[in-house]
């Protein structure tokens, strides 16, 4: 099983450029998220999905759109990019409804914004 | 105010030193506790959970003060492959199951 995987590992993007990043899961997880980790901030929730067809706003949603169309699939998407929006960011995944579950992280998108 | 509130460090100790990192956390109603750790440029890995009676794996000893509101991790004989980035995680009963993360405390284990 590869797990968690994201694609890409490393974009550059001009402003006002649009790019979606993939997640999948080989683990039939329900649960999938969009993290974005920032110097001194933490990892903090963008966007996330309880299930397929299912997506909900996190933390810091804003400039960002997300669609999982398949189980085993978490796209985001940033629709016109701003230098504000580079970061890394990771992708998780999680099977279990009980509270305390693990997430899965993907190994990360360094996403820069010129 | 952070929810999750975690001493930036560098903690800078030598190999087989006892090393112990403290966090505090805002809401009371968290119902889980995590220790995280995240080694430079690479994904966050679970590192163990914490439980309210205290628990242990080899070196690693995690307690949680909940009248408090602070969690602590120990670790025992510091080896070198311990030089990470120790992150706090807890959850709050919302129905999107994510995690709230402090900033984490990054430690450097020396020769």
């Known amino acids: 099983n590869a797990g968690v995987t994201q694609t890409p590992k490393f974009r550059v993007l001009k402003t006002g450029q649009s790019m979606t990043l993939l997640c999948a899961q080989d683990?039939?997880?329900?649960?999938m998220y969009w993290y974005r980790q920032d110097p001194g901030m933490g990892l903090r929730l963008i966007h996330y999905?309880?299930?397929?067809?299912?997506?909900a706003k996190g933390e810091v949603p804003d400039g960002y759109n997300v669609s999982r169309l398949k189980k085993q699939n978490f796209l985001l998407g940033l629709e016109s990019a701003a230098p504000s929006q580079t970061s890394v960011y990771f992708c998780?995944?999680?099977?279990?409804?009980?509270?305390?579950?693990?997430?899965?992280f993907g190994p990360g998108t360094r996403l820069t914004v010129l | 105010r952070k929810e999750v509130e975690q001493d930036p460090g560098p903690f800078n100790v030598p190999e087989g030193a006892t090393v112990a990192f403290n966090c505090t956390y805002s809401?009371?109603?968290?119902?889980?506790f995590f220790w995280y750790r995240q080694d430079c440029r690479k994904e966050p890995k679970l590192l163990m959970s914490?439980?309210?009676s205290g628990n242990e794996d080899g070196r690693f000893t995690a307690q949680l003060n909940r009248a408090s509101q602070y969690i602590s991790l120990l670790i025992r004989d510091s080896k070198l492959s311990d030089s990470a980035t120790y992150l706090c995680?807890?959850?709050?009963?919302?129905?999107?199951?994510?995690?709230?993360f402090g900033s984490g405390t990054r430690l450097q284990v020396q020769p």
């Open positions: 683990m039939n997880h329900e649960y």
């Open positions: 998780a995944s999680s099977q279990s409804r009980d509270r305390g579950d693990t997430q899965y």
């Open positions: 999905s309880v299930g397929e067809g299912t997506t």
């Open positions: 995680v807890v959850t709050t009963p919302t129905g999107r199951r994510a995690l709230t």
């Open positions: 914490v439980y309210s």
């Open positions: 809401n009371s109603a968290s119902q889980s």
